[in-house]
């Protein structure tokens, strides 16, 4: 009895750990989400938000299923599925028995977790390919091309595993029958036509999407820290790959107590996701936020450049302005307005080398263009405007970033 319950006490004191850690990552990721936002909203306004910051909205509401069903399987099913027992276990259990009940829930909330996860996983994969068509817009075919390829990629996936999870059991009651034992394929907890689909599609998806930007970047004539900075922003989505494995070789490994842990990194793994989906743009945020009170530390120098009315940056979407002695004409173009960026911000394509294009204004060079550098269909010119000549001493008017 004592015995009994000293595992009673453990489970709970494992439930309570496992429950804490749930709802902690949660918080932080939705602040996160929050702060992405909060980005994009100071940089463009609601009206031009885009697909990728509806779609991470989308990943959060399957993230707080997600988790919602992780706290259910201790809270409610007490940690039992239809896995895990054996043949004499199976028969000893009626339906009227509370273990009974719990396991069949238990079972019910394994299909629901997959199900739910598939969703969150594949949206913000969708969400960041959605940046990348915005980082490229008004680029040439050859870069956007492996995006579109990326969401063939990623849409193939999903299918893929939802088809799996839905038809790999049948008939699909067998997901939470107890007795007789209905075989792996309905174990979902531990089923291997799922756990296999889901690594294979994950894996296949995430090292396809981090190999998109970054070998355009490393091409790039960016300086070398700010490549790796960009690369470590970047590459973020490694984690989630190493967190996909890790739950994958636990299920494969212990089938019998290995689901408790594949569960755990699962949540890890959609946590790690919904940080690095949106990182580029709270790295950018933070960056603002750091500049501002450390100063030119954390800032970058800026200057004034010509290039293509679709110009956008990482962190806003069209080059946000900073600087508080310009004024910039209203334009009917929405993102074209403000044509200040930072070093940092410069969009990270192979042969739009923003270093190299020649700045605005400046005297005795006679060229519209650097030599290796990108034909300019639509041009604006920016006026600096010397408050002291103009104003007559006066306070400076305010400036709006539009």
């Known amino acids: 009895m004592s015995t009994d319950s000293a595992t009673d006490e453990a489970a709970q004191a494992a439930f309570h750990k496992s429950t804490v850690e ?5 918080a932080i990721g939705v602040t996160v989400t929050l702060l992405r936002t909060y980005a ?3 940089a463009v306004g609601f009206r031009h938000l885009q697909a ?3 779609l991470v909205w989308v990943g959060i509401v399957f993230y707080t299923a997600q988790t919602a069903l992780a706290y259910s399987v201790g809270h409610v099913a007490h940690g039992l599925a239809n896995n895990g027992l054996t043949d004499a276990q199976r028969a000893a259990l009626s339906p009227d028995d509370p273990e ?15 199900t739910t996860y598939s969703v969150l996983m594949w949206s913000l994969k969708l969400s960041m390919l959605a940046f990348y068509l915005r980082l490229t817009d008004g680029l040439g075919q050859r870069y956007r091309n492996p995006i579109y390829v990326g969401f ?4 193939g996936t999903f299918l893929v595993s939802a088809i799996t999870i839905f038809a790999a059991c049948r008939p699909f009651h067998k997901y939470w029958q107890i007795n007789p034992d209905p075989g792996n394929a309905c174990q979902a907890a531990i089923s291997k036509p799922i756990i296999w689909a889901s690594f294979a599609s994950n894996v296949s998806t995430d090292i396809y999407l981090i190999l998109i930007p970054i070998p355009m970047l490393w091409k790039s004539r960016l300086k070398l820290m700010k490549k790796i900075a960009a690369t470590v922003v970047f ?10 494995i890790l739950k994958s070789v636990f299920v494969l490994v212990d089938p019998v ?3 408790q842990l594949a569960g755990e990194w699962g949540n890890r793994e959609a946590f790690v996701a919904v940080v690095t989906t949106n990182l580029p743009m709270v790295f950018h945020l933070f960056r603002s936020w750091l500049s501002r009170l450390f100063g030119t530390a954390f800032g970058s120098s800026q200057k004034t450049y010509k290039f293509p009315s679709g110009f956008h940056t990482i962190g806003g979407g069209a080059g946000e302005s900073s600087s508080r002695n310009r004024r910039v004409p209203p334009t009917v173009h929405p993102i074209s307005a403000n044509m200040t960026f930072s070093e940092s911000e410069e969009r990270i394509v192979d042969d739009v080398k923003m270093n190299n294009l020649e700045a605005f204004g400046a005297p005795g060079t006679g060229r519209d263009h650097p030599p290796g550098g990108i034909v300019v269909s639509n041009q604006i010119e920016i006026t600096h405007e010397n408050r002291n000549s103009h104003l007559g001493g006066r306070d400076q008017p305010r400036g709006g970033n539009w």
Not at 22 to 26: A, C, E, F, I
Not at 152 to 155: G, N, Q, R
Not at 235 to 244: E, I, W
């Open 22 to 26: 749930h709802w902690t990552l949660y």
């Open 40 to 42: 994009r909203v100071r």
């Open 52 to 54: 990728e910051d509806l």
């Open 100 to 114: 009974y009940r719990a396991a069949v829930i238990g079972s019910k909330i394994q299909v629901a977790g997959w």
């Open 152 to 155: 063939a990629l990623v849409v």
């Open 235 to 244: 590459g973020a989505g490694l984690f989630v790959l190493v967190c996909a």
């Open 257 to 259: 107590d290995g689901a």
